[in-house]
């Protein structure tokens, strides 16, 4: 970040650079193609010589201006926007994995990218699962081809927070690339640059957009990783500025190669959406304290998981990293309750998938998004077949705590 607050340095960023009329915000490039007077000069682009969009696939003005609120987020050095969140992940692990290495990811993963570990191992990437709330689990599993660490800072749906210090120290020390998913935390909440990542992923659908109306994904260097001692870097994009070649591969052969672009329109909404992430993060996190404090002391759950709950076994590591313990939350009902029924008789809160919604939304998780995994996979994250996620919006918190005491009643 700039030495400007969080939310001003967002509000204003896009005036960094001029803007065609005097517009407060980068308007919409809907081109896919590009015109250069002098072709030297294209020729410059497409080599990374000069900056510049070369075709709509690889990036536009408006997705561009979009990557600069997420790196001054982040503190990072550049960003590569994608479609999804999923987007992001998959190119970049298919942009710098090679056949034969091995990855050590956290145990509690988010469904659709435990899905996708699944389909690297396929293709001979050696995928090994951990308790990552412990770096000494990690340091176990690591091998001679162990290429990254990829880590969520709080863990969907279960919430676990992971030795994000003490792994980042490890990847520091051996020279491995640590992948840290900031989704549910947020750039507001969490900067992983302080732990020493080297990339961070954010799903912009989640909280930095935050209005459920547009899929987005990005990937941060945040040039503490040293590329030029890292092997799969492709000789053509080992030139000009060594922090920024990891970004560059992720560009060309994950963005560029696989296609998964981020539509200006889309870019353009959650830009708007970022202006106001740490307004709606503090008023998510409230409520998901007060709520999660209220089912914790119900007679009718059995559990709830929460970050901000002293009984939370992380708790004082989520106080000592993060400003706020975000709006993801879950708890399983007791005995004899149906959690269908339940979900049926709430009326504000709605069954939906998406997170961070400015709507409070609640889904049964081992039915739906993790129901590809099995019961045996799911037991080892700790997932319950009552399991109840919510993702906390920003409605008044009396009224959320008084919806779930008549659904529970």
Same mark, same amino acid.
């Given at each position: 970040?700039?030495?400007?607050?969080?939310?001003?340095?967002?509000?204003?960023?896009?005036?960094?650079?001029?803007?065609?009329?005097?517009?407060?915000?980068?308007?919409?490039?809907?081109?896919?193609?590009?015109?250069?007077?002098?072709?030297?000069?294209?020729?410059?682009?497409?080599?990374?010589? /000069?900056?510049?969009?070369?075709?709509?696939?690889?990036?536009?003005?408006? @997705?561009?201006?979009?990557?600069?609120?997420?790196?001054?987020?982040?503190?990072?050095?550049?960003?590569?926007?994608?479609?999804?969140?999923?987007?992001?992940?998959?190119?970049?692990?298919?942009?710098?994995?090679?056949?034969?290495?091995?990855?050590?990811?956290?145990?509690?993963?988010?469904?659709?990218?435990?899905?996708?570990?699944?389909?690297?191992?396929?293709?001979?990437?050696?995928?090994?699962?951990?308790?990552?709330?412990?770096?000494?689990?990690?340091?176990?599993?690591?091998?001679?081809?162990?290429?990254?660490?990829?880590?969520? @800072?709080?863990?969907?749906?279960?919430?676990?927070?992971?030795?994000?210090?003490?792994?980042?120290?490890?990847?520091?020390?051996?020279?491995?690339?640590?992948?840290?998913?900031?989704?549910?935390?947020?750039?507001? /909440?969490?900067?992983?640059?302080?732990?020493?990542?080297?990339?961070?992923?954010?799903?912009?659908?989640?909280?930095?957009?935050?209005?459920?109306?547009?899929?987005?994904?990005?990937?941060?260097?945040?040039?503490?990783?040293?590329?030029?001692?890292?092997?799969?870097?492709?000789?053509?994009?080992?030139?000009?500025?060594?922090?920024?070649?990891?970004?560059?591969?992720?560009?060309?052969?994950?963005?560029?190669?696989?296609?998964?672009?981020?539509?200006?329109?889309?870019?353009?909404?959650?830009?708007?959406?970022?202006?106001?992430?740490?307004?709606?993060?503090?008023? @998510?996190?409230?409520?998901?304290?007060?709520?999660?404090?209220?089912?914790?002391?119900?007679?009718?759950?059995?559990?709830?998981?929460?970050?901000?709950?002293?009984?939370?076994?992380?708790?004082?590591?989520?106080?000592?990293?993060?400003?706020?313990?975000?709006? /993801?939350?879950?708890?399983?009902?007791?005995?004899?309750?149906?959690?269908?029924?339940?979900?049926?008789?709430?009326?504000?809160?709605?069954?939906?998938?998406?997170?961070?919604?400015?709507?409070?939304?609640?889904?049964?998780?081992?039915? @739906?998004?993790?129901?590809?995994?099995?019961?045996?996979?799911?037991?080892?994250?700790?997932?319950?077949?009552?399991?109840?996620?919510?993702?906390?919006?920003?409605?008044?918190?009396?009224?959320?705590?008084?919806?779930?005491?008549?659904?529970?009643?």
């Amino acid at each position: 970040m700039s030495d400007q607050g969080f939310t001003t340095a967002i509000l204003h960023s896009d005036r960094s650079r001029p803007i065609e009329h005097g517009a407060l915000h980068k308007p919409l490039h809907h081109s896919v193609a590009f015109e250069y007077a002098d072709a030297r000069d294209l020729v410059r682009v497409f080599q990374g010589e /000069l900056s510049g969009y070369s075709y709509g696939r690889q990036g536009t003005p408006t @997705t561009a201006a979009l990557e600069d609120k997420i790196t001054t987020m982040e503190g990072g050095v550049t960003t590569v926007a994608f479609g999804s969140g999923m987007g992001a992940i998959a190119s970049t692990l298919i942009a710098l994995l090679r056949a034969g290495d091995h990855v050590v990811s956290s145990r509690f993963l988010f469904g659709n990218t435990n899905s996708l570990f699944d389909t690297l191992s396929r293709w001979g990437i050696a995928i090994e699962f951990v308790d990552a709330t412990d770096a000494a689990n990690v340091v176990r599993a690591l091998t001679p081809a162990t290429r990254m660490v990829f880590v969520e @800072t709080i863990a969907n749906p279960r919430t676990q927070v992971a030795d994000l210090a003490g792994i980042g120290e490890l990847c520091r020390t051996r020279g491995i690339v640590y992948v840290v998913d900031n989704t549910m935390t947020s750039p507001y /909440l969490f900067a992983p640059r302080r732990v020493h990542a080297s990339l961070i992923i954010n799903s912009l659908t989640k909280c930095i957009g935050g209005h459920g109306n547009a899929l987005g994904g990005a990937v941060t260097d945040t040039g503490l990783f040293d590329w030029t001692k890292y092997p799969h870097i492709h000789d053509g994009y080992r030139k000009g500025d060594p922090s920024r070649w990891g970004a560059w591969q992720i560009r060309k052969k994950g963005l560029r190669d696989i296609g998964t672009t981020l539509s200006p329109e889309a870019a353009h909404h959650l830009a708007v959406g970022a202006e106001t992430l740490a307004l709606r993060v503090q008023k @998510t996190s409230a409520n998901a304290l007060k709520l999660a404090q209220n089912l914790e002391s119900h007679p009718r759950v059995r559990r709830a998981y929460y970050p901000g709950l002293a009984s939370h076994p992380q708790h004082e590591r989520a106080k000592l990293l993060f400003r706020d313990f975000g709006g /993801l939350l879950s708890f399983e009902l007791a005995d004899g309750i149906d959690c269908f029924d339940f979900l049926n008789k709430l009326q504000i809160v709605i069954s939906s998938s998406n997170l961070a919604d400015n709507r409070t939304l609640a889904i049964p998780v081992a039915h @739906t998004i993790y129901f590809e995994m099995g019961a045996e996979r799911r037991a080892s994250m700790g997932i319950a077949e009552s399991l109840i996620r919510v993702s906390t919006g920003i409605e008044e918190e009396e009224d959320l705590i008084a919806d779930f005491r008549q659904a529970l009643a």
